[in-house]
């Protein structure tokens, strides 16, 4: 059985299990869409009450809000087990079980758990990207492609910090709540145009965390608007590559990790 | 009736809040990060549209942000974990056992949850965000002192009847883990309940004018938003007098509805695995 045949049993048994309650699995369902169309209304409140975000109208800052919300939900729908590495794995020492099996760790904390319940933010984001494409004015052809390529560059990178965040827990051995910082404030962060931060926070979110590669400057390159700071439009067209750069980065630290692995438990 | 086992069950529960130090630090930093990226996008939409007449200064809207950012741990954001664990592995037997009026018991126990947990990040934040945050210079976007002694004194007063309604609506999570059976669904429904409508997401002056007075007139507005207004001296429509009714009024409400939904709750369970 190669590694994709087994992926996808681990995740068919994951999906049935998520019936099992389907109660519970309704409710998060439901409260999943609910969270993030109410993190909408508020900024479509501030829109209301401002005029603008700082100068961007309603469909760029929907384009943005969009495309970092249906990337966070793909990394989401993958990355469960990374996610609770810490404890369910590190803590109670079965990490050991995994190490025994003949096949990568990380396919096999991919197959942990295939989560459904980001199909709510899935679902609303992609209705508000539909939205923002309808409202701009400029939609450029170069879309069609950059889309897809923009949305996979922003799961491979949040996928890359729920990895680095699961190669934390090697060091601090329960997960902690601080990395919610890359992740869930990555996506609040990245839901702003970039040009409302202070400089420090602008190098730091293309350079060292690429969220504005995998976001803003292909939402720029999408929508033809040229950016204020000075980059140059092509720049988004590539710039979703170092989503895939960052990915990379936190395998090597993953496999640094895994290699000086001493167990906590039984 | 006595009251000493409901306070072994609050200072049990708050012991367990104090235990994780470092848990506290990290949401330390996680709290400044959220706060800084708020400020600087508040910052821009006001500075690019400064004839707009808000509600708020911009001043206010950051104090806000830093009160709600500090709190955030005693918003209401799901059941409490012992219990919804407790339900769905039919431990939840021995608490229905036990010789106390299980509504308190429940409750000084949730309140202290929050309590352990929002305290002492409150402290932290605070001192980083006001008196520090001045000192390097940082005057415009710090945390304001309260507007004055009167205000400081009614905000201490209702940020206790906040952390109340806070806890009440805790226990009405519990009582939709007993009867669903696993805590997940309060989680996925309590916490973006709590954070849009208790002011946490966006200040809830700041929202359009038809649903401002809704907004204030709902229970998530007790715990922090109200006690946040008087903190800062800004206007309440009907003055302190109303700003402390409505938080009276729904600790009543949530305390008497909640105690007959989960009488009724209780008397119809089966229990799993038990």
Same mark, same amino acid.
């Given at each position: 059985?190669?590694?994709?045949?087994?992926?996808?049993?681990? @995740?068919?048994?994951?999906?049935?299990?998520?019936?099992?309650? *389907?109660?519970?699995?309704?409710?998060?369902?439901?409260?999943?869409?609910?969270?993030?169309?109410?993190?909408?209304?508020? %900024?479509?409140? &501030?829109?209301?009450?401002?005029?603008?975000?700082?100068?961007?109208? %309603?469909?760029?800052?929907?384009?943005?809000?969009?495309?970092?919300?249906?990337?966070?939900?793909?990394?989401?729908? &993958?990355?469960?087990?990374?996610?609770?590495?810490?404890?369910?794995?590190?803590?109670?020492?079965?990490?050991?079980?995994?190490?025994?099996?003949?096949?990568?760790?990380?396919?096999?904390?991919?197959?942990?758990?295939?989560?459904?319940? *980001? %199909?709510?933010?899935? !679902?609303?984001?992609?209705?508000?990207?539909?939205?923002?494409?309808?409202?701009?004015?400029?939609?450029?052809?170069?879309?069609?492609?950059?889309?897809?390529?923009?949305?996979? /560059?922003?799961?491979?990178?949040?996928?890359?910090?729920?990895?680095?965040?699961?190669?934390?827990?090697?060091?601090?051995?329960?997960?902690?709540?601080?990395?919610?910082?890359?992740?869930?404030?990555?996506?609040?962060?990245?839901?702003?145009?970039?040009?409302?931060? @202070?400089?420090? !926070?602008?190098?730091?979110?293309? =350079?060292?965390? *690429?969220? +504005?590669?995998?976001?803003?400057?292909?939402?720029?390159?999408?929508?033809?608007?040229?950016? *204020?700071?000075?980059?140059?439009?092509?720049?988004?067209?590539?710039?979703?590559?170092?989503?895939?750069?960052?990915?990379?980065?936190?395998?090597?630290? =993953?496999?640094?990790?895994?290699?000086?692995?001493?167990?906590?438990?039984? | 009736?006595?009251?000493?086992?409901?306070?072994?069950?609050?200072?049990?529960?708050?012991?367990? /809040?104090?235990?994780?130090? &470092?848990?506290?630090?990290?949401?330390?930093?996680?709290?400044?990060?959220?706060?800084?990226? +708020?400020?600087?996008?508040?910052?821009?939409?006001?500075h690019h549209a400064p004839d707009v007449n808000a509600p708020m200064t911009l001043r206010q809207a950051m104090t806000y942000t830093w009160i709600q950012q500090s709190f955030f741990t005693l918003l209401p954001l799901g059941c409490l974990p012992a219990i919804g664990e407790a339900a769905k592995s039919g431990a939840i037997v021995y608490d229905l056992l036990r010789p106390v009026d299980l509504w308190n018991w429940w409750l000084s126990a949730s309140l202290a949850r929050l309590l352990g947990n929002a305290v002492?990040?409150?402290?932290?934040?605070?001192?980083?965000?006001?008196?520090?945050?001045?000192?390097?210079?940082?005057?415009?976007?710090?945390?304001?002192?309260?507007?004055?002694?009167?205000?400081?004194?009614?905000?201490?007063?209702?940020?206790?009847?906040? @952390?109340?309604?806070?806890?009440?609506?805790?226990?009405? =999570?519990?009582?939709?883990?007993?009867?669903?059976?696993?805590?997940?669904?309060?989680?996925?429904?309590?916490?973006?309940?709590?954070?849009?409508?208790?002011?946490?997401?966006?200040?809830?002056?700041?929202?359009?004018?038809?649903?401002?007075?809704?907004?204030?007139?709902?229970?998530?507005?007790?715990?922090?938003?109200?006690?946040?207004?008087?903190?800062?001296?800004?206007?309440?429509?009907?003055?302190?007098?109303?700003?402390?009714?409505?938080?009276?009024?729904?600790?009543?409400?949530?305390?008497?509805?909640?105690?007959?939904?989960?009488?009724?709750?209780?008397?119809?369970?089966?229990?799993?695995? @038990?």
């Amino acid at each position: 059985m190669n590694a994709f045949t087994l992926y996808r049993r681990m @995740a068919g048994a994951s999906i049935k299990a998520q019936l099992r309650y *389907p109660g519970t699995f309704a409710l998060q369902l439901v409260g999943n869409f609910v969270t993030t169309l109410l993190s909408f209304f508020g %900024i479509w409140s &501030l829109f209301h009450r401002f005029g603008s975000i700082a100068g961007w109208d %309603i469909g760029a800052v929907a384009v943005l809000y969009g495309l970092v919300n249906v990337s966070f939900s793909v990394a989401e729908t &993958l990355g469960r087990g990374f996610d609770v590495f810490g404890s369910e794995y590190v803590k109670t020492g079965s990490f050991d079980r995994l190490l025994l099996r003949p096949r990568s760790t990380l396919v096999l904390l991919l197959g942990h758990e295939l989560r459904l319940r *980001p %199909i709510g933010r899935f !679902l609303q984001g992609a209705f508000v990207l539909g939205a923002g494409f309808w409202l701009s004015p400029h939609v450029s052809w170069n879309t069609v492609w950059l889309l897809p390529w923009a949305v996979t /560059g922003g799961a491979v990178m949040f996928l890359g910090i729920l990895i680095g965040q699961a190669a934390l827990c090697f060091i601090t051995v329960e997960g902690l709540e601080v990395v919610n910082v890359l992740t869930y404030g990555g996506v609040e962060a990245g839901q702003y145009p970039l040009t409302m931060f @202070a400089r420090w !926070l602008r190098r730091f979110l293309t =350079w060292a965390l *690429p969220l +504005s590669a995998v976001c803003y400057y292909p939402a720029l390159a999408m929508l033809n608007h040229p950016d *204020p700071l000075g980059m140059p439009l092509w720049f988004g067209l590539l710039s979703p590559a170092m989503g895939f750069v960052f990915l990379a980065l936190m395998v090597l630290w =993953w496999r640094r990790g895994v290699a000086g692995y001493v167990s906590s438990g039984s | 009736m006595t009251i000493r086992p409901y306070v072994t069950s609050f200072v049990l529960q708050w012991k367990i /809040g104090l235990r994780y130090r &470092l848990a506290v630090l990290a949401g330390l930093v996680a709290q400044m990060w959220f706060g800084a990226i +708020s400020l600087m996008a508040y910052a821009a939409v006001y500075h690019h549209a400064p004839d707009v007449n808000a509600p708020m200064t911009l001043r206010q809207a950051m104090t806000y942000t830093w009160i709600q950012q500090s709190f955030f741990t005693l918003l209401p954001l799901g059941c409490l974990p012992a219990i919804g664990e407790a339900a769905k592995s039919g431990a939840i037997v021995y608490d229905l056992l036990r010789p106390v009026d299980l509504w308190n018991w429940w409750l000084s126990a949730s309140l202290a949850r929050l309590l352990g947990n929002a305290v002492p990040r409150a402290l932290l934040l605070a001192l980083v965000a006001g008196p520090l945050a001045a000192l390097v210079g940082l005057n415009g976007w710090s945390l304001a002192p309260p507007a004055s002694f009167e205000a400081a004194l009614l905000a201490l007063v209702s940020f206790i009847l906040g @952390a109340f309604i806070s806890a009440s609506i805790v226990m009405w =999570w519990n009582i939709v883990a007993a009867r669903t059976l696993s805590p997940l669904g309060t989680y996925a429904v309590g916490t973006p309940l709590a954070v849009l409508l208790s002011g946490m997401l966006l200040p809830l002056p700041l929202y359009p004018d038809w649903a401002r007075d809704l907004l204030l007139l709902q229970p998530f507005a007790g715990i922090s938003d109200i006690p946040i207004r008087l903190y800062m001296g800004m206007p309440i429509p009907g003055g302190v007098v109303t700003a402390l009714g409505i938080q009276c009024f729904w600790l009543l409400a949530l305390t008497m509805i909640g105690r007959f939904w989960m009488n009724r709750t209780i008397s119809r369970m089966e229990l799993q695995g @038990a």
